[in-house]
């Protein structure tokens, strides 16, 4: 079992930054994938942004140029970092993690609100 606790989400207004982070524990060794989703109310979870544990990363198009993610393996971390946020941003933010054995882990998640 892996655990997932996100932290760093907040309000903040339309322009602004924020950084999240993921700390894992648990069975961690060989972390795959780990990954950032969204759910805004009313609509479905979706992927944000994804990175392998040789650092290769891949965006929704929405955050292009705009969300940075990073990891730690030393740490066991990935963190989110977010500049120029809009308010349509808002969400409940979720880190995922893949195991070594394959199976996929959620956090609980951290809310992020964008508003003036």
């Known amino acids: 079992q892996v655990q997932l606790v996100e932290s760093g989400g907040g309000l903040v207004q339309p322009g602004g930054s924020l950084r999240l982070s993921c700390a894992a524990s648990g069975s961690i060794v060989g972390l795959s994938t780990m990954a950032w989703y969204r759910q805004a109310p009313g609509k479905q979870r979706d992927l944000v942004a994804t990175?392998?544990?040789?650092?290769?990363?891949n965006y929704v198009d929405s955050v292009k140029g705009r969300f940075t993610i990073s990891r730690d393996n030393a740490k066991n971390t990935v963190d989110l970092q977010m500049n120029s946020l809009k308010p349509e941003d808002t969400a409940l933010y979720y880190c995922?993690?893949?195991?070594?054995?394959?199976?996929?882990?959620w956090g609980q998640g951290t809310q992020v609100t964008v508003s003036s």
């Open positions: 995922r993690a893949q195991g070594s054995a394959g199976g996929w882990y």
């Open positions: 990175i392998t544990r040789s650092g290769s990363t």
